[in-house]
């Protein structure tokens, strides 16, 4: 496993900026991966490993950027709940933690760098150095994944009966027995153009 600092420089390049999100992230994962056994996230361990993200904001990218997990690799799924926390899962041995950003931790910043005025600075140097059980909340859980969701081949493709699109991995609904996709189904998030 690389240094803190060498994680960090890689994540923050990857994301494009240095911020206090980073050294969250960072920290999240190599909290998580250690509790979970997994000490080679991008070798020898990267098939045991799964996380699932609560929030997509800038930790997000770090958490990635360590665990070297995907969207595109299906290692990483992200369930919209707008919490700062992610889950570790280690798929060979089903142990996994649930680690949450306190929210404590960004007044208890002024306690390690209070010579710096500005707020985000002050967060972004004392997330570096503050002790990781007055950063985070870890709790142990049992990640229900379902089968659609992991890694792998797809189990399923199937054709929706109203646009024709194919969809895989279980998306589909069953609607008046018909089989749709889910823009069908009226969760459509774009709108045709005219003209
Ligand atoms: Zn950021
Ligand atoms: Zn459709």
Redesign the pocket.
């Given at each position: 496993m690389q240094s803190f600092a060498e994680l960090l420089e890689v994540s923050a390049k990857i994301?494009g900026?240095l911020?206090a999100?980073?050294v969250i992230g960072v920290r999240m994962a190599l909290l998580g991966l250690r509790h979970i056994g997994v000490d080679d996230p991008k070798g020898v361990d990267r098939k045991k490993l799964y996380v699932i993200v609560e929030i997509d904001r800038?930790a997000t990218d770090a958490i990635q950027s360590v665990t070297g997990c995907s969207l595109g690799k299906r290692s990483l799924r992200w369930m919209d709940f707008g919490i700062m926390a992610a889950t570790f899962v280690n798929l060979k041995t089903g142990q996994a933690v649930r680690v949450t950003a306190r929210e404590e931790a960004r007044e208890l910043s002024t306690k390690y760098c209070p010579e710096l005025a500005d707020k985000y600075q002050r967060q972004l140097e004392a997330y570096r150095v503050m002790p990781e059980d007055e950063l985070f909340t870890i709790q142990e859980v049992k990640a229900n994944i379902p089968e659609c969701d992991m890694p792998g081949r797809p189990l399923r493709r199937v054709q929706c009966a109203q646009c024709g699109d194919y969809v895989q991995d279980c998306r589909e609904i069953e609607q008046d027995n018909k089989i749709i996709c889910r823009a069908c189904a009226g969760q459509r998030y774009y709108s045709g153009v005219k003209g």
């Open positions: 994301h900026h911020c999100g980073q800038c």
